[in-house]
């Protein structure tokens, strides 16, 4: 392999790794908020203020900053609410290129 070879492939290895590096916030942050609504099956609220107030809390010990508490969708549908937190994170990633990834997590809990 030439230098000009080895050069390319660097490049291009260098590419992924700047992109895995600017993309990992993004999915340890869902990571949080995955693990705030999954919390939410077992920790036993029931009404839309509870869940509102557990989910706040978790975020905050999370550092969960690409989405609100408040804008967490609940919603009740047959015998469950449904706790849905869809939300997108921008990263940038060179000069004026960014990545945009959606990300969308739903809980059912079921009625007491």
């Known amino acids: 392999m030439t230098l000009l070879g080895i050069v390319f492939v660097f490049a291009i290895f260098g590419v992924f ?9 993004a999915f ?3 990571q949080s908020v995955a693990k705030a609504l999954d919390g939410l099956k077992s920790a036993g ?14 975020f905050d010990i999370g550092d969960v900053k690409s989405i609100d508490a408040k804008t967490v969708q609940i919603t009740r549908e047959d015998d469950q609410l449904v706790v849905r937190a869809e939300y997108d994170y921008k990263a940038p990633f060179i ?18």
């Open 45 to 58: 609220e029931n009404s839309p203020a509870q869940i509102t107030r557990s989910v706040e809390k978790n």
């Open 95 to 112: 000069a004026n290129v960014s990545f945009l990834v959606h990300f969308d997590k739903k809980v059912e809990i079921p009625a007491q």
């Open 28 to 30: 340890l942050e869902y």
């Open 17 to 25: 790794a700047l992109a895995a590096v600017r993309l990992a916030p």
